[in-house]
């Protein structure tokens, strides 16, 4: 090969390796924000603990408690297409949840948590599958913000999704959950990316 042709193949590279670079390099979008906050009242956390039930968020969603309201899992938004006021799309969200059974000494964990604006559930993949499980829905008291309204939001009472309270029991060996059991609360907001 000669100079010509090599210097010519050299700053194609440059050239094309410039081009694909600039739209990253130039991308000024702000990402998806916001969090799904799931509420554990006293009586919930009460009725677990005595039933050998314990559950933990897991790194990048975090918990904290109050002696009025309960204990609190926040997990973190990380993407989504949701447009709650239209019950559409997914909110993709960090962390997890760690379910234990100190009486059966069996323990759970689920990733990929996500809620979904259509069917209203925090759902998450239990660790080792690849199905997601509805664990928590809103049931009552539900209300969320009007379209066009950032952030987008939804807060109303959690319950034990009847899938998420069939799973739990068989993974932990236990028959604590049900369908339908009340929670607590579940607290949404999302701003899509821009």
Do not use: E, W
């Amino acid at each position: 090969m000669n100079r010509t042709a090599v210097r010519s193949l050299a700053a194609a590279t440059a050239l094309a390796a410039t081009a694909f670079a600039l739209p990253a390099a130039s991308a000024t979008g702000t990402p998806a924000s916001g969090s799904v906050a799931l509420v554990a009242t006293n009586a919930f956390l009460t009725q677990a603990l005595q039933s050998g039930i314990a559950a933990v968020p897991l790194p990048t969603a975090t918990g904290s408690y109050d002696s009025t309201s309960g204990a609190t899992a926040t997990f973190p938004v990380t993407g989504g297409n949701a447009v709650l006021p239209r019950f559409y799309g997914t909110i993709t969200l960090g962390g997890g949840l760690l379910f234990a059974d100190g009486f059966t000494g069996k323990v759970v964990c689920f990733h990929q948590v996500s809620f979904g604006g259509d069917t209203q559930a925090l759902t998450a993949v239990p660790d080792g599958g690849t199905t997601p499980v509805a664990l928590f829905d809103l049931s009552d008291n539900v209300v969320g913000s009007g379209v066009g309204v950032t952030p987008q939001t939804l807060t109303g009472d959690a319950a034990v999704d009847a899938a998420g309270a069939a799973y739990l029991d068989k993974a932990l060996g236990t028959s604590f959950f049900t369908a339908g059991q009340a929670v607590g609360t579940l607290n949404v907001a999302f701003t899509p990316a821009a």
